[in-house]
């Protein structure tokens, strides 16, 4: 619901949890979208992963391992997708999971954003 607040085109395009989950700094984000052209999972898998190694690299991560949420735990990234739950059903509605370690990946994208206004400033 609150993904409208800042980015309007998407009000009601998408739909998505995140769960806390049982340690103290983990979640997951459960992300279904209806997405307008058909699709696969590879396709959709192929897509995190590129970005994650070009324009989102340190930003994002993707992972096939069997992890569990205290595997996440002090990882830098925004969110690491889960690439084995990715599910597309009929082509068109794409569901991912992705994790996050809500106090450290902030962290970071706080010390980033702070580098980067200091050497505009200077």
């Known amino acids: ?3 409208g607040l800042p980015l309007p085109p998407l009000q009601g395009k998408l739909a998505g949890m995140a769960m806390r989950v049982p340690v103290p700094d983990v979640s997951i984000v459960d992300l ?10 590879d396709e959709v898998n192929e ?5 994650s190694q070009n324009e989102l690299k340190g930003i994002l991560a993707c992972s096939d391992e069997p992890l569990v949420s205290v595997d996440y735990i002090g990882n830098p990234h ?5 690439l084995q739950y990715t599910n597309v059903i009929e082509g068109s509605l794409v569901k991912v999971l992705a994790w996050y370690d809500n106090e450290y990946g902030f962290s970071h994208r706080l010390m980033e954003l702070t580098s980067m206004v200091g050497k505009s400033v200077t």
């Open 32 to 41: 279904v979208v209806q997405v307008e052209k058909q699709t696969s999972r």
């Open 47 to 51: 897509a995190f992963i590129e970005a």
């Open 78 to 82: 925004s969110a690491i997708v889960d």
């Open 1 to 3: 619901r609150a993904i």
